[in-house]
């Protein structure tokens, strides 16, 4: 059986391992995906002699497995080295330059061309759609470890830290996190991907070590996301005897400031021993007072109140509050009260016409109304029901289902609990991506407890109904998303979704009514049930109720997780929640939906969030990603970039998705590249109505969005490109670099340049052997004078020049520089020592303004 690609004989490979794998996966057809991502889990990748195992043990044939395999993007058939590198290519990441950070880490680790491992074995990089961390783009992963707000000349430092990391240890995510006993108050920490990406696994580390040693008694609480990612890592302070606070930003060497400020220890000894410990760090240099004093957060500050003002809480209720996985503390708050006034107190059909009532449309794709699709399920004949919850959040620049079920895993279990009792469903399923690993264990843990508590498994609550609940892993295909092609993937089968009708509402999952609900539109649930439809219905819009929640990434000051009120309008996301664009930029447009949305400018920010509204700009609402996008930006580049997505995601089955976004993207790859005709943006047009019309999915149906809706509204950059021009200085073939006179001879740019298309003349004005020029932007980012431009069609385009003030902390002949267009390096850098003639580079942490 051959799988595709080559595969390199391995006899050392132990077969009682697949075994086993097969034991506990089961044998049926719908176990060949659980079984395939065991096999990888173990050995890495898929060897051929344990595929043929497979089919030995199983009755999954030869042609299931391989085509399963060779479908979903997860699933390797080649040896990896020993830590795999992914590099995100999300939306936020693409506009922020994660190309040049893929061509960086394959530079540093020389990765031969057409090959994705480096020649000692140590790295394999691997491009992924998105992680789901895109308030720190550009992201990368590697192994189980988040890096975000990266920088290319951040990447040695970058694999360094990371070997380091394997050396000492890599915490894991604890499942307990209680402290019992008295406490003089309590310190909270957000442990969410994105907090993770920023350090504070880290921080969380030093609090506790640093009060045990101190004798200080305070519980170290773990807590979700507080959604204010541009802010991370977060730390807030709740003593028992004074002023609560928050501090951001803070790094583990703040801790032993922000500890001293609030507890006082316990006796004598322990405050001797905790002041030597300070006194050795004031020693070694490693401790000084002037500069750990982080300055907290007031939510009356202008910037902090207008990002949290315009929010309403509902599916992210308690958002930094309660620890994730503390049943207690849920249950204490109202947590699963709704799930027994539902089992105990109300008939199906009026927890149906609540919903119904409330307004609640689907918070993800067209946004159905859930009560109506509900009641399908409900009346549907079957023998067996099922509830899915859907959290295959494929969408770059979305992360809004990542973080409520890593941050409230309960309240979604409850979500599906109470749909479970209205559409007479017995057992639940969640889709989580592959992904989100975190999301997975939280989830997998939850449900764990609540089947200890008797919240989940047979007689739940003390009544006579059963709930039987599993988490099943994607596998990495976007198409996924859509309902069919999930319980396809579900029954072990290729993602490929089918004509409706009938629809899963009535012939889903092993040929039984499915209910299929996203993350979300589950976490709204259990608030309607216990405050009233009335009141979640009297938020939104006439047609559009209740909140709805964004990830607000790319070109913004403040990026984060918000939720707003329906009928809100993009401008005061952007402008007032957001705080605009950075400085010196102009805003441009707002990317909404994702691959099936579309992009729209800002002479219509004021159009307000609701379904219709935003499908009447030529976007959909779709998950909820919001990507900012400025003047740097290349609109012709973005609509590429998506539909470069969907094509590699479509699952083939329609001709006009499968070939006419290929004909779409041959033609915008010539318009990036200036070999395009004039007569091509009809052409363009054409294709885009023609694959909307004869698609069969949402996939099809909504991929020319991106296409259509820069040409209705950024036409004339297509027109400059056919021109051979690049009004962004985005788009490689079409762009050139120079260095002006106002180049000082600092030698920065020759020295950074990666393939030495500087030569290094120092005192001297620098030239850009434009033969050897990658166009990886370095030069410009890390010239002190703004010397270096960007060139398009005779024409200075792109991103503005570097500002740059001195730097007196750093220290005399140092600079400090920040990218003006939010995407390049910042900290400090040493200018050219004239007497030695020499200059040692150290460069800054990469961090947004």
């Not at 109720?545 to 990026?559: D, E, Q, S």
């Not at 120079?738 to 180049?743: E, G, K």
Request: hydrophobic share 35%.
């Amino acid at each position: 059986m051959s799988a595709g690609g080559s595969v390199s004989p391995q006899s050392s490979i132990d077969l009682q391992i697949v075994d086993e794998i097969v034991e506990r996966c089961g044998r049926g057809p719908e176990a060949a995906i659980p079984i395939l991502q065991a096999i990888q889990s173990h050995f890495r990748y898929l060897p051929q002699e344990a595929l043929e195992r497979v089919c030995e043990l199983t009755q999954v044939r030869p042609a299931q497995l391989v085509g399963v395999a060779t479908f979903y993007g997860q699933f390797r058939f080649r040896p990896v080295g020993q830590h795999i590198i992914r590099v995100c290519h999300g939306t936020a990441c693409h506009v922020k330059g994660a190309p040049r950070i893929q061509e960086s880490l394959e530079r540093h680790l020389r990765i031969p061309q057409g090959e994705d491992t480096d020649p000692e074995g140590l790295f394999t990089i691997e491009k992924v759609a998105c992680l789901g961390c895109c308030t720190l783009a550009p992201v990368i992963q590697i192994d189980q470890l988040t890096y975000g707000r990266l920088t290319p000349t951040r990447v040695p430092q970058v694999l360094a830290d990371f070997l380091h990391q394997q050396k000492e240890g890599i915490p894991q995510d604890e499942l307990l996190g209680k402290t019992d006993g008295t406490t003089q108050g309590e310190i909270r920490i957000g442990l969410g991907s994105c907090c993770q990406a920023q350090g504070s696994r880290q921080v969380y580390e030093r609090v506790k070590s640093l009060a045990a040693v101190a004798g200080v008694s305070v519980r170290v609480k773990r807590v979700g996301c507080v959604g204010i990612c541009h802010q991370t890592p977060l730390v807030e302070v709740i003593p028992k005897q004074g002023q609560r606070r928050v501090y951001s930003r803070v790094q583990p060497e703040d801790v032993p400031a922000i500890i001293h400020r609030h507890f006082r220890r316990k006796n004598f000894f322990t405050r001797l021993h905790y002041t030597w410990q300070r006194w050795l760090d004031h020693l070694l240099g490693d401790l000084d007072e002037d500069e750990l004093t982080p300055k907290p957060l007031d939510v009356r500050d202008p910037p902090v109140e207008a990002f949290l003002g315009r929010q309403i809480r509902i599916a992210t209720e308690w958002a930094g509050e309660i620890d994730p996985l503390d049943l207690e503390e849920y249950r204490i708050r109202g947590g699963f009260s709704a799930a027994e006034k539902a089992l105990k107190e109300w008939t199906p059909e009026r927890i149906i016409e609540e919903v119904k009532q409330s307004g609640l449309r689907g918070r993800g794709g067209a946004g159905f109304p859930t009560g109506v699709k509900w009641e399908v399920v409900r009346k549907a004949q079957g023998t067996k029901k099922y509830v899915t919850c859907n959290g295959d959040e494929g969408d770059p620049g979305a992360f809004m289902d990542r973080m409520i079920l890593e941050s409230f895993p309960y309240r979604v279990i409850e979500g599906m609990l109470i749909a479970a009792r209205a559409v007479g469903a017995t057992e639940g399923i969640f889709y989580i991506r592959a992904e989100y690993p975190l999301a997975v264990e939280r989830v997998r843990e939850a449900i764990r407890r609540c089947e200890e508590a008797g919240i989940l498994g047979d007689r739940i609550l003390g009544t006579d109904h059963s709930f039987h609940v599993r988490v099943y892993g994607g596998a990495g295909a976007f198409v996924c998303g859509e309902e069919t092609a999930l319980i396809a993937s579900l029954e072990g089968r290729r993602g490929m979704p089918r004509l409706r009708p009938p629809y899963p509402a009535e012939f889903g999952f092993a040929g039984q009514p499915t209910l299929v609900n996203n993350v979300e539109t589950f976490a709204l649930v259990p608030w309607i049930i216990r405050n009233g439809a009335a009141r979640f219905a009297a938020l939104g819009t006439a047609t559009s109720k209740g909140t709805k929640v964004f990830a607000l990434a790319g070109k913004v000051r403040r990026g984060g997780l918000i939720e707003v009120p329906m009928g809100i309008t993009l401008r005061e996301i952007v402008e007032q929640i957001g705080g605009g664009a950075q400085p010196g930029r102009r805003l441009k447009a707002v990317q909404v939906g994702g691959p099936s949305g579309g992009c729209i400018p800002e002479s219509l920010f004021d159009t307000p969030v609701d379904y219709e509204a935003l499908t009447a700009t030529g976007a959909i609402m779709g998950s909820g990603g919001l990507i900012v996008l400025d003047d740097s930006d290349c609109m012709v580049d973005i609509a590429r970039y998506f539909l470069r997505f969907t094509q590699d995601q479509s699952c083939g089955k329609c001709t006009l998705c499968r070939i006419g976004t290929r004909r779409m993207l041959d033609i915008l790859d010539r318009i990036c590249e200036g070999r395009a005709q004039p007569e091509d943006l009809p052409t363009l047009e054409d294709l885009s109505q023609t694959v909307k019309a004869g698609s069969i999915c949402g996939l099809g149906k909504t991929a020319p969005n991106p296409v259509l809706t820069t040409l209705r509204y950024f036409r004339e950059e297509y027109e400059a490109h056919i021109r051979g021009e690049c009004p962004a200085g985005r788009c490689a073939p079409l762009i050139h670099y120079r260095i002006t006179d106002a180049c000082i001879g600092c030698t920065l740019c020759a020295q950074h340049c990666p393939v030495n298309a500087i030569r290094l003349r120092p005192y001297q004005k620098h030239f850009v052997d434009d033969q050897l020029c990658t166009r990886c932007d370095t030069c410009r980012l890390v010239c002190p004078e703004g010397a270096v431009v960007i060139e398009s069609g005779g024409k200075i385009v792109g991103p503005s020049k570097m500002s740059i003030h001195t730097s007196p902390p750093s220290g005399p002949g140092r600079l400090e520089i920040a990218d003006s267009a939010g995407n390049g390096v910042s900290g400090s850098i040493p200018l050219f020592d004239h007497s030695t003639q020499k200059v040692a580079i150290t460069t800054g942490s990469s961090s947004s303004p």
